[in-house]
């Protein structure tokens, strides 16, 4: 089975623009996690979607969304960037819901001039 | 909210000495997993404890789940270069249903 894929890889944004990542699941699983990654910080949750529903949500501001597709492909959106938002994203797709093993892709490495 | 700590942030051994990290929960945790990442790569699963008191096995790797389910441990046994890393143990509790990742452990080895 291809693993998860995210989209892009590398991406610079200026403050105050939006950006959106995507993140392709594994085949089959429905559950897909969203994490921020930061050296500061570590792993952060930001949130969970499970059949194109919302599961679970981290503590961040509003100007980080999210969607999930009936194919399972999820988007995350930030809008209003700010240089803290400067990190790596890293999706997470699971069989079942996030509290089974979950797989990662590579990440997207986020940074915000 | 629930916090997951882990000791120590950083540890540099020498290749075939022993390693240990551990990781403390605020609260009481209906499982564990443990995650490994690699520099530059992603996470990537390692093992599940669900059961009080229980301990796994994978080669040189022992897991541990507390009594009370509020702490975990990772030991590695002879470590060797392949080991080097930061291992993330993440906790769920039964109200939040969400995992919380601690904070990681680095593991350095040199020969």
Wanted: charged share 15%; net charge positive; proline share 4%.
């Amino acid at each position: 089975k291809a693993g998860v894929t995210q989209t892009p890889r590398y991406l610079i944004k200026t403050r105050g623009q939006q950006v959106t990542l995507s993140c392709s699941p594994i085949s089959g699983h429905r559950s897909v996690s969203w994490y921020q990654q930061t050296p500061g910080q570590g792993l952060q949750f930001l949130f969970e979607y499970f059949s194109e529903t919302q599961r679970n949500k981290g503590n961040f501001p509003g100007r980080f969304s999210g969607r999930q597709f009936s194919n399972s492909r999820s988007e995350m959106n930030v809008s209003t960037l700010e240089l803290g938002d400067s990190a790596l994203y890293l999706c997470a797709s699971s069989l079942r819901v996030s509290t089974y093993e979950q797989y990662f892709g590579p990440g997207t490495r986020l940074t915000v001039t | 909210g629930q916090q997951v700590m882990q000791i120590p942030q950083y540890q540099h051994v020498q290749e075939g000495e022993d390693f240990t990290t551990y990781c403390n929960s605020s609260t009481t945790l209906s499982n564990i997993q443990w995650y490994k990442q690699r520099p530059g790569g992603h996470p990537v699963f390692l093992i599940q404890l669900v059961k009080s008191g229980e301990v796994k096995k994978q080669k040189r790797l022992t897991f541990q789940f507390g009594e009370a389910k509020k702490n975990s441990s990772l030991h590695i046994t002879a470590t060797q270069t392949t080991d080097v890393g930061t291992y993330f143990c993440a906790g769920l509790t039964g109200t939040a249903s969400k995992l919380t990742f601690g904070t990681g452990t680095r593991l350095q080895v040199t020969l």
